[in-house]
């Protein structure tokens, strides 16, 4: 299933997506902390912008 997906993001409307993935320092405990997003291009400054 998963090459399925890959496929559909390759073709057609998927090249407007792109996967981010953001890495922050937890407050607690120290450790890093991982938030991943599919977002649309036109929109990825906005994911990284905001905490």
Not at 8 to 24: R, Y
Not at 26 to 42: C, P, Q, R, T
């Amino acid at each position: 299933m998963a090459k399925k997906v890959v496929a559909t993001l390759k073709t057609g409307t998927g090249k407007a997506f792109t996967k981010c993935i953001k890495m922050s320092k937890s407050d607690k405990s120290g450790a890093y902390v991982f938030k991943e997003e599919i977002v649309h291009n036109d929109h990825i400054k906005d994911f990284f912008t905001k905490k």
